[in-house]
């Protein structure tokens, strides 16, 4: 498999969430603007840095610029957000895993843009995940997903799509059988693991699933 990490200027108080991250050989590393920032406090090096350069530090962007790093300069003015032309870049490389790093932060229009995004039906053979300081979120389509979880963590589903059918959960507090749940519903909000392994089953439609706490 090959994956992708895209880091986005989004928030991060404190880098713990994402020091368990271990670039792998063939990782396709994407700084998105200002997101290179975590590059830097990683000591990680990008192959790409894209977007308008509107948010990246000129002494930083002049570092990469002498390490041979790729840049690539679109203008402010344009029909995409730099989220979008990083997915773009990353769909060309042929990944098969997107990690998302700081891709939720004080703009609640971008980070919900940014999580829009990832529901559009081009990334339906992607596995993807999203880091926060205190959260992992995954993106969901139907099949079964298998958890493993600490039990007492909390976990939400919410619908991106107008309805989510055939949901089918099973190792949690509450648990469902082939239920849909439509779009704007509260129903799958805070449920608890209580079990190591847990699954999710969905037959259309896509959730995105938020944990408190680490899962495998």
């Given at each position: 498999m090959?994956r ?10 404190n880098?713990?969430?994402i020091?368990?991250?271990?670039p792998?050989?063939n990782d396709v590393i994407?700084?998105v ?7 830097h406090?990683l000591n990680t090096k990008?192959n790409?840095?894209?977007g308008?350069?509107d948010?990246i530090?000129p ?5 990469f610029?002498k390490?041979?790093?790729?840049i690539?300069t679109?203008?402010?003015q ?7 032309l ?7 490389k042929k990944v098969?895993e997107?990690?998302?790093i700081?891709g939720v932060?004080n703009?609640?229009d971008?980070?919900?843009?940014n999580?829009?995004?990832l ?6 053979n992607?596995?993807?995940k999203?880091?926060?300081d ?6 969901l389509?139907p099949g079964?997903?298998y958890?493993?979880?600490v ?6 589903l919410?619908?991106?799509t107008?309805a989510?059918t ?6 949690f ?12 519903s509260?129903r799958?909000i805070?449920?608890?693991f ?5 699954s999710i089953k969905?037959k259309?439609g ?5 944990i408190?706490g680490?899962t495998n």
């Amino acid at each position: 498999m090959k994956r992708a990490i895209i880091f986005l200027n989004g928030t991060h108080h404190n880098l713990k969430n994402i020091r368990k991250i271990t670039p792998k050989r063939n990782d396709v590393i994407i700084a998105v603007d200002g997101g290179a920032k975590y590059c830097h406090k990683l000591n990680t090096k990008p192959n790409f840095v894209i977007g308008d350069m509107d948010s990246i530090s000129p002494s930083l962007l002049e570092k990469f610029k002498k390490t041979k790093v790729n840049i690539l300069t679109y203008p402010s003015q344009k029909n995409e957000t730099d989220f979008e032309l990083a997915l773009d870049l990353a769909i060309s490389k042929k990944v098969t895993e997107l990690l998302i790093i700081g891709g939720v932060g004080n703009r609640l229009d971008m980070t919900l843009t940014n999580i829009f995004s990832l529901s559009q039906s081009r990334f339906s053979n992607l596995k993807i995940k999203a880091l926060t300081d205190t959260e992992d979120l995954l993106f969901l389509r139907p099949g079964t997903t298998y958890l493993k979880g600490v039990i007492g963590n909390r976990l939400s589903l919410i619908p991106l799509t107008r309805a989510v059918t055939g949901v089918t959960l099973r190792g949690f507090q509450y648990t469902l059988n082939n239920k849909t749940i439509q779009f704007g519903s509260g129903r799958t909000i805070s449920n608890y693991f209580r079990s190591k392994v847990t699954s999710i089953k969905i037959k259309s439609g896509v959730l995105i699933c938020i944990i408190t706490g680490q899962t495998n």
